[in-house]
């Protein structure tokens, strides 16, 4: 059996280069809050004072663009994870980490959508986000599991998207802010053991 050959790292940005990265993805960010993540990456380009062939050397397409985005808010939801699985109450714990997830989808207008669609698209740019999430969200949902908090027959990757799904129904709702909470407890109702 033939080994893999090593992946060579990537090379170092050159600092034009860093900064055209850093402007798009600031911009990104920017754009994707004021109108969606289904915002012209023309519009995204132009805002950031580079041509749309740079966009693309940089994210080949939107997915890579919101993967980037996301980075940071997926770094605080799995800090946050790593800090919640050693609570006490394993399903408080759960709780308050879904409510994290749909704050963060909730910052980007269509975040959740794409994050949904790109669920069974292993293709996808997003997958990498995806992953972590989910594998973050597993180690919490099976500590509740094992409390008898929460039914044993309930998926992490159902979970979530039905987290997504409450942002989602919390953005097109923006003049109900009490939307996303009420949905999640009716969510979490229905995972509780009997």
């Known amino acids: 059996m033939a080994e893999s050959p090593a992946r060579t790292p990537p090379r170092p940005m050159r600092a034009d280069a860093r900064r055209n990265y850093e ?3 600031g911009e990104a960010r920017t754009s994707f809050s004021e109108r969606g993540t289904d915002t012209s990456l023309e519009d995204i380009a132009r ?3 580079v041509g749309i062939g740079t966009l693309y050397r940089h994210f080949p397409n939107r997915h890579a663009l919101l993967n980037a985005v996301f980075q940071e808010a997926l770094a605080d939801l799995l800090q946050r994870s790593r800090e919640l699985a050693e609570a006490e109450n394993p399903c408080p714990a ?3 980490w879904l409510r994290a997830v749909i704050t963060h989808a909730g910052e980007y207008r269509g975040f ?3 994050l949904m669609s790109a669920y069974g698209d292993r293709s996808s740019a997003l997958a990498e986000c995806g ?3 989910r ?3 597993a180690r919490l949902l099976t500590r509740a599991q094992e409390s008898g908090d929460v039914r044993p027959d309930v998926p992490i990757r159902d979970l979530l998207q039905l987290t997504n799904a409450i942002a989602l129904a919390a953005e097109q709702s923006p003049d109900d802010p009490g939307l996303a909470d009420r949905l999640l407890t009716l969510t979490l ?6």
């Open 94 to 96: 759960l709780t308050e």
């Open 135 to 137: 594998a973050a969200g």
């Open 47 to 49: 805002r950031a004072g």
């Open 112 to 114: 959740s959508r794409a």
């Open 189 to 194: 109702t229905g995972l509780k053991a009997s």
């Open 131 to 133: 992953d972590p999430l």
């Open 23 to 25: 402007r798009l993805l």
